[in-house]
């Protein structure tokens, strides 16, 4: 077991508590409703949960990556789609926000994504082909084109928008050529008029996850709203999204922890032939994996977070925890739904059937396993 400060375990009873108090009794509902409860999302606002990786002096928590990263768990071990919500919004938008926007825009945004607005990270498109372009225009951007996927795009008032914001001239072996320079924008939806928002449709699992479709019509961005340096903004994309891999590998062990839990309580209440079902061999074979890979995946997860606080390289160690711990949710998840035999397919009846589909998609957000495994294959062979 990770040895945890008592302020990290602290944080993680905290983190428990709240969420079975408000956001265990909402999950089913959400799920099946396929949207998120305003009044659950208001709940993670006020209990601080949206803070915590808003620094201390813009009204956050200033938590520490594996403070975050066990709150993270707890949230998914009650609800998944919670947990995302929460984790894109803090690891991916407020990540970028607080290590590269300008003291201007933190001062301006930061304390308001810790109390009350939900945010956004607009990166991907909908046709890669055709990028959402931000040409200048005076003292604005003026973007116009599509991104797709978003998590909290349908609701988000925060959004960090990736476009391309012109062209600069490179060279290569002796030939110069112009490619798109692509900046970070940050947009308020409340002032982006042209901006329309529509969700991406049903989904397998993490059904209340908000997650959409964000089509920009000349919107105008002010030029002031640039985050960072202009045409840094996927290099910064990419670095955050380190961050982000570590806050999805502690959402899927938050589901492999709860799935294990369900098999586990299953095993010991259901009865046949005269004895509860984890008296059976081949039962305790499948806990006994499920506990041993998880463990695993936590133990990975809170060292990728470790290794960030500590400012020590992790891009590698987030690659795998995201990698492992998303492949071990869906592993546990399919083994407790095994154990529920029948009775775990009926949604009304045991939720590990909810577990078994949002396990699945963690292997393909933040970026699929084969992308994961793509990264931890380029550092391994680095010459």
């Known amino acids: 077991m990770f040895d945890l400060t008592e302020k990290q375990t602290e944080i993680r009873a905290w983190a428990r508590e709240f969420a079975e108090l408000e956001i265990a009794p909402r999950a089913a509902d959400m799920d099946r409703a396929g949207t998120y409860d305003p009044a659950a999302l208001d709940a993670l606002f006020g209990a601080g949960m949206m ?10 928590t200033g938590a520490s990556t594996l403070e975050y990263v066990t709150a993270v768990e707890e949230l998914a071990r009650c609800d998944a789609s919670t947990a995302l919500v929460m984790s894109i919004h803090s690891s991916l938008c407020v990540a970028l926000l607080a290590e590269h926007a300008s003291d201007r825009i933190r001062e301006h945004v930061l304390p308001e994504l810790a109390t009350k607005k939900l945010g956004a990270f607009a990166l991907t498109e909908l046709d890669p082909t055709k990028p959402l372009v931000a040409p200048e225009d005076g003292d ?39 490619r798109d320079e692509t900046s970070a924008l940050l947009v308020e939806a409340e002032h982006a008029d042209g901006l329309t928002r529509e969700s ?25 709203h640039v985050v960072g340096k202009r045409g840094k903004g996927m290099r910064m ?14 959402m899927a062990v938050g589901i492999g922890q709860a799935a294990l839990e369900a098999a586990t309580g299953y095993a010991l209440s259901r009865v046949t032939g005269g ?18 890979r998880l463990e695993a995946a936590r133990a990975l997860t809170y060292q990728a977070a470790s290794a960030m606080d500590r400012g020590e390289p992790y891009a ?11 492949e071990t949710a ?16 009926v ?37």
């Open 347 to 383: 949604a009304e009846l045991h939720p590990v059937e909810r577990y078994f589909r949002d396990a699945r998609v963690t292997e393909i957000i933040e970026g699929t396993s084969e992308i994961q495994k793509l990264v931890v294959a380029g550092w391994e062979l680095r010459g």
């Open 140 to 178: 604005h951007f003026v973007a116009s084109g599509t991104k797709m996927y978003i998590t909290n795009g349908p609701i988000a008032d925060v959004i960090v928008l990736f476009g391309v914001t012109g062209q600069i001239e490179v060279e290569k072996d002796g030939k110069k050529s112009l």
């Open 237 to 250: 994309a990419f670095g955050v999204l380190d961050g982000g891999r570590i806050g999805a590998a502690a």
């Open 200 to 224: 991406a449709g049903t989904k397998i699992g993490l059904r209340a996850a908000p997650v959409g479709k964000l089509t920009f019509d000349g919107v105008r961005i002010p030029a002031a």
């Open 330 to 345: 869906s592993f546990v998840a399919s083994k407790a739904l095994q154990v529920h035999g029948g009775a775990g397919v």
């Open 316 to 326: 590698e160690l987030a690659a795998q925890a995201k990698l492992f711990a998303s």
């Open 51 to 60: 803070g915590l990786l808003v620094p201390s002096d813009h009204g956050g």
């Open 275 to 292: 004895r509860p079902i984890a008296k059976f061999q081949a039962v305790q074979l499948m806990i006994a994996d499920m506990a041993t």
